[in-house]
C-alpha cells in the first residue's frame, strides 16, 4: 500500500538555507494532510496542516503547499536551523492517518 | 501544553503472553487511535476509536486485538497472545473533535516479544 510515498530517504541542508520535503499521493479522496516531525524515541509532532481546499498554509518558518491536479505536497522550512534535523512524515487523511515513510532531514552548522 | 501520555515506555513479554499498552488521551479529545511502526517500517493504523466503540480498524488488527476505554481518562490496546512479529513501537494518538484537526501523538511503548 503506496498512497503516500516519499521518495527522499534523506536530505542534507546547510543551516539557513531553505529545506524542501517532497510528497505523493495517489489517493483522491484524500481531505486533510499533515507533516509531523520525529525524534528518535519520541512520538510523531504535529508541524503543520493543509486542507484539501486551499494551495498554501504558513506557520512561521514552515509552509506547506499543496498541488492537487498533481497530487503533490511539499513542506518549506526557511531558514533552516540545526534544531530540525529529524524525520520528517508527511501524512493524508481520509478517516484514518496515512503516513508516508519518511525523510531524514539533517542540518549542517 | 497538553500531551498523550503512553505507559510503559518499553515493555517486554514472552511470546503467547497477554499485554496491555496504556495511554491517556488529550482531556478535551474525543477521537482516538492505536498506530504501530515496525523497525524500519512506515507508521501503520491499527485502530480508530469513537462513542466508545470502534469506528475503523486495519487488517492487522485482528481477533488478537482489542481496545478499550476503561473510564474518561484511559485508552488501552490489549493484544491476547503475542507473536514475535507483533514486536513494534506502539503509539496512541487522540483528535479533538472536527475532521481537520491535527492527530496528537504520544511517545510510544517499545513492545519486545521473545
Known amino acids: 500500500d503506496q498512497q503516500v510515498k516519499q521518495n527522499s530517504p534523506s536530505l542534507s541542508v546547510q543551516e539557513g538555507r531553505i529545506s524542501i520535503l517532497n510528497c505523493d499521493y495517489t489517493?483522491?479522496?484524500?481531505?486533510?494532510f499533515l507533516w509531523y516531525k520525529k525524534y528518535p524515541a519520541e512520538g510523531p509532532t504535529f508541524l503543520i496542516s493543509?486542507?484539501?481546499?486551499?494551495d498554501k498554509n504558513e506557520d512561521g518558518r514552515f509552509t506547506v503547499f499543496l498541488n492537487k491536479s498533481a497530487k503533490h505536497l511539499s513542506l518549506h522550512i526557511v531558514p533552516s536551523q540545526p534544531g530540525d534535523s529529524a524525520v520528517y512524515f508527511c501524512?493524508?487523511?481520509?478517516?484514518?492517518?496515512?503516513f508516508g515513510t519518511g525523510t531524514r532531514l539533517t542540518i549542517i552548522p | 501544553e497538553p500531551e498523550v501520555t503512553q505507559t510503559p515506555s518499553h515493555q517486554v513479554t514472552q511470546m503467547g503472553q497477554e499485554v496491555i499498552l496504556r495511554c491517556v488521551p488529550i482531556?478535551?479529545?474525543?477521537?482516538f487511535y492505536w498506530y504501530r511502526q515496525i523497525l524500519g517500517q512506515k507508521v501503520e493504523f491499527l485502530v480508530s476509536?469513537?462513542?466508545?466503540?470502534?469506528?475503523?480498524k486495519s487488517e492487522i488488527f485482528d481477533d488478537q486485538f482489542s481496545v478499550e476505554r476503561p473510564d474518561g481518562s484511559n485508552f488501552t490496546l490489549k493484544i491476547r497472545s503475542t507473536k514475535l512479529e507483533d514486536s513494534a513501537m506502539y503509539f496512541c494518538?487522540?483528535?479533538?473533535?472536527?475532521?481537520?484537526?491535527?492527530?496528537?501523538f504520544g511517545d510510544g511503548t517499545r513492545l519486545s516479544i521473545l
Open positions: 494518538a487522540s483528535r479533538e473533535g472536527v475532521w481537520n484537526q491535527p492527530q496528537h
Open positions: 493543509i486542507s484539501s481546499i486551499k
Open positions: 482531556s478535551n479529545h474525543l477521537y
Open positions: 489517493n483522491s479522496m484524500f481531505d486533510y
Open positions: 476509536f469513537y462513542n466508545n466503540e470502534i469506528s475503523e
Open positions: 501524512a493524508a487523511v481520509v478517516g484514518k492517518l496515512t
